[in-house]
């Protein structure tokens, strides 16, 4: 599972991954409504993520790194709702991984520079049933990608990590 988190819209994306073979199972926006207070839109996003985990039971998730805005009270806002990103697969027991949004686009475009519409080109080029409703819902689906090409080296480090624990 794929998430690109936002306040206003966060898109996910379902994959399958076998090998470096990946296919669409499915992917949306949740969206929350700018008149609800914070508190009540990050619920939105809560429960909406909610839904999906347990209609699609995914294995892993990847969510897309914050980036810096010049407005700090906007880059605020989206950290609290990549929190919403983070906590709802971890309270599934799911392993989250994270990707910078210059690693997704060059994992899946081939530059850290691409445009909303080269990604979207190449998520339909890499899955040919691939829909979505929204560009989020195309990045989340770029995110899985991403992080269907590096798990690997992401789970092995996680377990590394692990074993240093016990």
């Known amino acids: ?33 700018n008149k609800y207070s914070l508190a009540e839109r990050l619920k939105q ?3 909406g993520l909610q839904e999906v985990i347990e209609r699609y039971d995914p294995a892993e998730a990847a969510v897309e790194n914050t980036f810096v805005n ?11 709702a990549r929190g919403i990103a983070l906590l709802v697969p971890s309270l599934h027991n799911l392993v989250v991984s994270e990707y910078a949004p210059n690693l997704v686009k060059k994992t899946v475009v081939g530059t850290g520079h691409a445009e909303k519409e080269q990604i979207r080109m190449m998520v339909k080029v890499l899955m040919p049933k691939a829909t979505f409703n929204s560009d989020d819902a195309a990045d989340a689906l770029a995110i ?15 377990a590394a990590a692990e074993a240093l624990l016990k």
Do not use: E
Request: charged share 15%; glycine share 16%; with cysteine.
């Open 144 to 158: 899985a990608i991403c992080h269907s090409h590096h798990r690997g080296s992401v789970t092995g480090r996680l």
């Open 70 to 80: 010049k407005d700090a009270g906007a880059t605020l806002k989206l950290g609290q």
């Open 1 to 33: 599972m794929g998430v690109d988190p936002g306040l206003r819209n966060t898109g996910w994306g379902i994959i399958d991954a076998k090998g470096n073979r990946v296919s669409f199972i499915a992917s949306g926006t949740i969206q929350s409504n």
């Open 45 to 47: 996003l809560y429960t």
